[in-house]
């Protein structure tokens, strides 16, 4: 499910925690570049999240849709919101194999936190 490497929260705050050491530091210029990047990374998610929340309002009984959704949210780090579009989706189709693998994957990861 991951994008690059991590959730989004992890890879906005590896930018923000860098930038905010490289300004202590005097490297505005480093600082800037990894702010700009904490930021691209915060907002290219919430366009694909919010493309994914209009699509479903548009067809509320699509499966895919709402297990997608349930993908972005938990690369958000938003496990309860994700596992309850998961189970939506399951709900419309009880075979639908992407939100059985995501449902197991996110139960997995809340048992280990």
């Known amino acids: 499910m991951g994008k690059e490497t991590g959730s989004l929260g992890t890879r906005f ?8 050491m490289l300004q202590a530091k005097g490297h505005f210029d480093d600082a800037v570049r990894e702010y700009q990047t904490a930021l691209r990374v915060y907002l290219d998610d919430a366009v694909v999240n919010n493309a994914m929340a209009s ?3 548009e067809q509320p ?10 993908s972005a949210l938990a690369e958000l780090g938003k496990f309860a919101e ?4 998961f189970e939506r989706a399951l ?8 939100a059985k693998e995501n449902l197991q994957e996110q139960q997995r990861a809340m048992n280990q936190h």
């Open 13 to 20: 705050a590896a930018h923000h925690n860098l930038a905010a």
């Open 91 to 98: 709900q419309i189709d009880p075979h639908h194999s992407l």
């Open 61 to 70: 009984n699509d499966a895919n849709a709402e297990a997608n959704l349930g």
């Open 82 to 85: 994700a596992k309850s579009h």
């Open 55 to 57: 699509a479903l309002q």
